[in-house]
């Protein structure tokens, strides 16, 4: 038996997802993911250079010591620059201790002076509270403090008045000596957003978004739309493609291309698909062949007609019968009557052979659709 008469396995969707299916559907798909990696490269550069504003943190670095060992310093409780000697010279403080000075830079008891000390409106305890960083420099006595803020002067006011504030505050307790060995200055370069690297992260994260987004809608589609699809998914083989021709474009009625323009790319198509039609029948030649598709104006009435013109050119006898019975266009393309025809055969007035037109092309008869009935179906 040949392969085209083999009936193919069930349709049941994609094949395993592999390298070269990865490729073909990135091939499918590429002004999509080209689309799709723009539009979110483009969306994350208007985020950071015109929307996000930018984010200064000024610094400083305080260091805590216990109270009966209070380092030598000037009126403002300031560190001389290279004065390393009295830092060597302080004992380390336990490690809980220093996290419950940590916790006292971010006490509301701090944070209420600080907005009393700047007079800033507006600005609540809560917010305040969320600019400030503070950590504990690894094996030492030191608390780094950074204050974020989009104006670069208010970030370094922030963090000197609250390296001030708290060292007023422990000097109340006296449980210990608190000094500011480095002040903050004024930030001249934005810590956030970072333009850059959040761009690049974008076009890479959009990159890999766009093809798996690529691929799953890929393998959610199970509908065949190519022929490479069809040959693909339904191991059927292909036996010819049809280019369209203006009037199938524009949707007019069908033509007999093979008669009209016989040395034209679409006749030289319907003769490479009669010629394959003979290589695949030749265990079995094809006594009948049916020409259908899954919807109407995909071309029937075209391909049947013409198909039929070159193989009797060929020197084949052949009957051409229009099965259509809701808009026949057989007897309109080869300007027939139809009075009578195929619904008049089945309906055992006519035998198929009072019934067919011989027409001008040698070994062709045409078979008219005859009457349309009330109820085609």
């Known amino acids: 038996m040949s392969e085209i008469n083999r009936i193919p396995e069930p349709y049941t969707g994609r094949n395993e997802l592999n390298l070269i299916s990865v490729m073909q559907i990135l091939k499918k798909q590429y002004r999509m993911i080209i689309i799709l990696t723009l539009l979110i490269t483009l969306a994350t550069v208007i985020l950071n250079f015109l929307i996000l504003k930018p984010v200064y943190q000024a610094k400083t670095l305080l260091m805590v010591t216990v109270a009966s060992e209070k380092l030598e310093v000037n009126d403002n409780l300031i560190i001389k620059p290279g004065d390393n000697t009295a830092l060597h010279n302080q004992a380390a ?52 403090v950074k204050v974020n803020h989009n104006q670069p002067e208010m970030a370094r006011l922030i963090a000197n008045t609250l390296a001030y504030q708290y060292l007023g505050l422990m000097e109340e307790f006296m449980f210990s000596s608190v000094v500011v060995i480095s002040p903050a200055n004024t930030p001249t370069i934005p810590v956030k957003p970072h333009k850059v690297l959040n761009t690049a992260l974008a076009f890479m994260l959009a990159i890999i978004l766009s093809v798996v987004l690529a691929v799953i809608l890929e393998r959610l589609d199970n509908t065949l739309k190519t022929a490479e699809d069809v040959v693909n998914e339904l191991n059927t083989p292909l036996l010819g493609i049809i280019p369209a021709h203006p009037e199938r474009i524009q949707r007019i009625h069908p033509c007999l291309i093979t008669v009209q323009k016989p040395h034209s790319v679409s006749s030289e198509a319907f003769r490479t698909l009669r010629t394959n039609l003979g290589f695949a029948g030749i265990e079995r030649p094809f006594r009948s062949i049916l020409v259908t598709s899954p919807q109407a104006l995909d071309g029937k009435s075209t391909v049947i007609a013409n198909l039929a013109v070159v193989m009797a050119q060929a020197g084949h006898k052949v009957l051409l019968v229009d099965c259509d019975l809701r808009k026949p266009q057989q007897h309109k393309l080869f300007d027939l009557p139809n009075q009578t025809g195929f619904t008049t055969c089945l309906a055992r007035k006519l035998i198929f052979s009072a019934a067919a037109t011989k027409i001008e092309q040698n070994n062709l008869w045409v078979l008219p659709s005859g009457p349309i009935p009330p109820n085609p179906a």
């Open 93 to 144: 403080m336990p490690v809980l201790t220093m996290n419950t000075y940590l916790g006292q830079l971010q006490s509301e008891v701090l944070m209420k002076r600080i907005l009393e000390t700047l007079e800033l409106e507006g600005l609540t305890i809560s917010r305040l509270s969320a600019m400030i960083e503070a950590s504990i420099v690894k094996d030492s006595n030191l608390i780094e």
